[in-house]
């Protein structure tokens, strides 16, 4: 496993930003275990809400004055982890184990028994819960932080050439949140709109591209998408097969979307206008997708995600 150096703190974070950076640093390389690595990070967003809490109810006028008082968030120390390990996302290679330990690690935050820090809501202090992710508090932010990022990095402005790697990269540890059963993050994924791999039909392959820049990119969307399949392939293969809505007026999952995306990796695997590194990934995407099929059906992420199956609903009306 070569060292990855992750680059996601600077010289003007705080010493627990720092501590964060460095603990997801040593995470992804190895040298420390997810659950070591759960427990550092919540020590320290808990040690400085506490501190924080302490400079809010006692504060003085000086304080006032010059606007040093400290505002106890755990909201928003979670929103920085979940900033730190989805820029962590876009360095680590997909295949790369460091992939699998930021998983590791959220799911060891998740198991962690209830336990709170005082966080100011309005003019008030309120006992916060730490690490309850759930679709009812968009997981506590994970899922729209993910988006931003997404936005910000990849698809807000089209994707670069230069970005398509850690697209692929991030969309490896997307897939991963969704079928370890962590956050729902489809609206993310590169198979659906607005990607050019989820937005055109399989007939748009048989096209010339505008250009080689609009060749490149949709290797770029058509290689992230391949990520989806290789590491949540099960679990939409499952949404696929029960017809789910995941809400009203959204993408639907469907076997005819599921065989859509087989087609399309299956032209490219064929078209010599794609390079040979993006025609071998659609070949072994295809037979992942095969594989899958011929296999029983593994885990239920449906009923652990409370999705909407509109066979099942079908089924018990009948």
């Known amino acids: 496993m070569h060292h990855i150096t992750l680059n996601i703190s600077d010289s003007t974070d705080s010493l627990a930003e720092k501590n964060i950076a460095s603990t997801l640093q040593d995470l992804v390389n190895g040298t420390i275990t997810p659950d070591f690595a759960a427990h550092a990070i919540d020590s320290v967003i808990i040690s400085e809400c506490q501190e924080a809490y302490k400079s809010y109810t006692n504060s003085t006028q000086e304080h006032l004055a010059n606007g040093t ?43 962690m028994p209830p336990h709170t820090a005082p966080e100011l809501y309005g003019d008030k202090i309120i006992a916060k819960t730490l690490w309850v992710l759930t679709a009812r508090n968009g997981y506590d932010g994970l ?44 609206r993310l994924s590169a198979l659906i709109r607005p990607s050019p791999f989820g937005a055109r039909g399989p007939s748009y392959m048989i096209k010339q591209f505008d250009s080689a820049t609009a060749l490149h990119q949709y290797e770029g969307y058509a290689s992230a998408a391949a990520q989806w399949i290789l590491y949540a392939g099960n679990a939409l293969y499952e949404m696929c097969q029960k017809d789910v809505l995941i809400e009203i ?36 995407t295809t037979g992942m997708m095969g594989k899958i099929e011929t296999e029983d059906m593994k885990g239920n992420i449906v009923e652990q995600f409370g999705f909407m199956s509109l066979k099942d609903n079908q089924e018990s009306e009948e």
């Open 143 to 186: 899922e729209q932080w993910m988006w931003e990022l997404d936005q910000g990095h990849f698809n807000g402005h089209g994707l670069k050439s230069e970005h398509t790697v850690a697209y692929l990269n991030f969309s490896a540890f997307l897939a991963c949140l969704l079928a370890h059963g962590i956050a729902e993050v489809t």
């Open 249 to 284: 007026g959204k993408q639907r999952w469907t076997m005819n979307v599921w065989e859509s995306w087989k087609t399309k990796f299956d032209a490219i695997s064929k078209d010599a206008r794609f390079t040979p590194q993006i025609q071998e990934l659609a070949r072994k």
């Open 69 to 111: 008082i400290e505002e106890p968030s755990p909201s928003g120390w979670s929103k920085y982890l979940w900033d730190c390990m989805g820029r962590s996302a876009m360095v680590v290679p997909a295949d790369h184990p460091g992939q699998v330990l930021l998983v590791q690690m959220l799911q060891q935050l998740q198991c």
